[in-house]
């Protein structure tokens, strides 16, 4: 189980939690607006054929693969020797590479990296289709607009009175600020990690 966007967009929203409940949400519309905006035209002013980040690893990946001796196994298959001497074998048709990381995250490691640039073929095109650009702006695509009206004719052709929120009694004591674990969390003090441990 992960929970780490789950946990990112509580951070987003501490100051938030404090609001209404519709301008709590107005917040959130305006946020998740903006952060598709800013994102959209990074996107679009990109020129290469992979991301920023992606392009980043990929360099420092070619960095470490100069030092790496390459032999020839058959058409596209390649054993890769480190300087350590340990040796690994890389298949640039499927994809794949002994040391796991290549088919594991999609992006070529140091050793796929060594084969591309012996045979002379270029380490854009090992990358996964998930880290290129038009996927990249793809996953930007959608636009967020505002709510066209609080009120009025635009939310329905009987809705006259101006759009409230329903009128609920506030429970007793004093509203949560903490969250709520998920199934399969628990929560553990640290006297219990001190009675488990062997100190």
């Not at 270029?122 to 990249?136: E, G, I, M, N």
């Not at 329905?156 to 506030?170: D, E, H, K, Q």
Request: aromatic share 10%; net charge positive.
């Amino acid at each position: 189980m992960d929970s780490n966007i789950a946990e990112s967009w509580n951070g987003v929203l501490k100051e938030a939690r404090e609001y209404p409940l519709i301008t709590m949400f107005e917040y959130m519309r305006t946020t998740v607006m903006s952060w598709f905006a800013l994102r959209r035209a990074k996107s679009t002013r990109e020129q290469g054929t992979i991301t920023p980040n992606v392009r980043k690893l990929v360099e420092e990946n070619f960095d470490l693969s100069t030092a790496m001796v390459v032999r020839d196994i058959a058409d596209l298959e390649y054993q890769v020797q480190d300087p350590t001497g340990e040796c690994f074998t890389v298949l640039l048709g499927p994809d794949t590479c002994t040391c796991g990381e290549y088919q594991l995250i999609g992006i070529p490691c140091m050793h796929a990296l060594a084969c591309s640039t012996r045979v002379g073929f270029p380490s854009d095109a090992l990358v996964a289709p998930a880290y290129r650009v038009p996927t990249w702006r793809q996953g930007f695509i959608g636009k967020i607009y505002p709510v066209p009206s609080v009120g009025g004719l635009e939310l329905g052709s009987g809705t006259r009175a101006p759009f409230l929120p329903p009128a609920v009694r506030r429970p007793p004591g004093r509203p949560r600020k903490v969250c709520i674990l998920s199934r399969g969390e628990y929560k553990v003090s640290y006297s219990t990690i001190y009675e488990n441990s062997n100190y």
